[in-house]
């Protein structure tokens, strides 16, 4: 009897210590608990009508991102493009200065002889070199997309003349080149040198002068 006893007080503390550490254990948890975690708790489930709505605009911010993705794409692409065309039309700017003055010295040597020359038989041979060596410069610019400009009788345009002199002019209105220092020439579509002009003005009456 005595036993049976002892061994059921036994079994009751150890019960007591069990459900004491379980208690332990639970206050452990609840005070390692975050108020984010009562939150949670508090949250409810979204319902389905709710979770759709949400990643149907979801999918629309993507498609969005992905729109501007590709724009922003197809106008780096257009940009490099561009910029690579415009290396092979304009890459040669300084080449395409040199060979211009060459062609400007070329006009002056043969513009420096006169007439008289041009008809000896030791010239000619001379003249028929400055010729040949002119015609495959032109030919030359042509290929490259070098143009001259054509500015004798024009009208002045500050896009493409630089005006250096005025020139008194009764035979036609002010502001027209009536005189080309130095031609101008264009690449493609740019200015690679502007023509330098004298521009007619109109003409002072000297007689008013005088009157006055």
């Known amino acids: 009897m005595l036993e049976e006893e002892n ?8 019960d007591e210590n ?4 379980n208690d332990l254990e639970n206050d452990k948890i609840n005070q390692d608990a975050t ?25 629309e911010e993507l498609k969005d991102q992905r729109l501007r993705s590709i724009a922003e794409l197809e106008n780096y692409r257009k940009r490099s493009e561009k910029d ?10 300084n080449f395409a200065k040199e060979v211009v003055s060459i062609r400007d010295n070329i006009e002056r040597a043969n513009a420096s002889i006169v007439d008289e020359l041009k008809q000896e038989e030791k010239i000619k041979p001379v003249i028929e070199g400055l010729d040949l060596i002119q015609q ?3 030919s030359v610019l042509d290929r490259f997309g070098i143009k001259k400009i054509e500015a004798m009788d024009q009208k002045f345009d500050h896009n493409l003349h630089q005006a250096m002199i005025e020139i008194e ?32 003005k109109i003409k ?5 002068d005088k009157s006055s």
């Open 7 to 14: 061994n059921k007080t036994e079994n009751n503390l150890e």
């Open 18 to 21: 069990n459900q004491t550490d």
């Open 35 to 59: 108020p984010e975690d009562d939150l949670k708790k508090d949250e409810k489930e979204p319902t389905p009508e709710e979770l759709i709505i949400k990643l149907n605009t979801q999918i």
């Open 84 to 93: 690579q065309a415009d290396a092979l039309k304009y890459g040669i700017t």
């Open 136 to 138: 495959s410069i032109i």
């Open 169 to 200: 002019r009764d035979d036609c209105e002010p502001g027209i080149v009536v005189q080309e220092l130095i031609p101008g020439y264009t690449l493609h579509d740019r200015l690679l040198r502007p023509s330098m002009v004298g521009v007619s």
């Open 204 to 208: 002072t009456d000297k007689t008013e």
